[in-house]
């Protein structure tokens, strides 16, 4: 069965460097989107990108954050300068019809 | 706007007991709705969904919800709980109507589930 996959499952940083998450999403899906979970709060929408384009994006999704679909197949998330408060398990989900399958998360720590 | 909230972050039930786990939700427009589980250092895991047309839903794992329109609710049930069901469960509406389908989440409820 097609899995939405995502890379690293684990991110340690330093606050104010770069770090971009990876995910590959179902293949025939058109769709793509991240979410972010911090510990103990509920899952957050942050972006959805469809046609090489963010179709719409959150309060939290700010000008440090971007995304991207370099190639076809992997869709990016990239976090310019690092904030304590983006420690996250940041979720990656793409889109069939009107069901949204996720990948396993990364867990980004900002130290 | 469309808001959902779950009542009680954690619910504790014994094995072999009935599992309710309470979804009710805020949408101006027909919503579709859904139920996810996490597992433990998991990914959120797609447990049913209701769009359109029969108002009971199965899922797997034997779960299943009903689509209340009048209640404005979702609620999840099992008829006997399993160890394995120990998890976090989400429920979610989706935007449809914005151009996004974007996912809003409640804030979860973790089950335990008692030997």
């Known amino acids: 069965e097609p899995e939405v996959t995502q890379t690293p499952s684990h991110q340690v940083t330093q606050m104010g460097q770069e770090v971009i998450l990876r995910c590959v999403p179902i293949?025939?899906?058109?769709?793509f989107y991240w979410y972010r979970q911090i510990l103990g709060q509920k899952v957050e929408f942050l972006v959805s990108?469809?046609?090489?384009?963010?179709?719409?994006k959150s309060e939290i999704f700010d000008d440090q954050f971007s995304v991207e679909r370099p190639d076809g197949s992997n869709f990016t998330l990239k976090i310019r300068s690092t904030k304590l408060e983006d420690s996250a398990m940041y979720f990656c989900?793409?889109?069939?019809?009107?069901?949204?399958?996720f990948g396993p998360g990364t867990r980004l720590l900002v130290l | 706007a469309q808001s959902v909230t779950q009542l009680g972050s954690h619910v504790s039930v014994s094995e072999g007991a009935l599992v309710l786990l309470r979804c009710n939700y805020s949408s101006s427009v027909p919503p579709y709705l859904f139920w996810y589980v996490q597992y433990p250092n998991q990914g959120l895991q797609l447990l049913l969904k209701y769009t359109t047309g029969a108002t009971l839903v199965k899922g797997i794992n034997g779960f299943e919800a009903e689509f209340k329109k009048s209640e404005t609710s979702f609620h999840l049930t099992k008829p006997s709980a399993h160890m394995s069901d120990a998890a976090e469960y989400f429920c979610?509406?989706?935007?449809?109507?914005?151009?996004?389908?974007?996912?809003?989440f409640g804030s979860g409820t973790r089950l335990l589930v008692r030997p």
């Open positions: 979610a509406v989706s935007a449809w109507m914005d151009s996004s389908y974007k996912l809003i």
């Open positions: 990108f469809y046609n090489n384009e963010i179709s719409e």
């Open positions: 293949s025939n899906h058109l769709y």
């Open positions: 989900a793409s889109r069939g019809q009107e069901t949204q399958y």
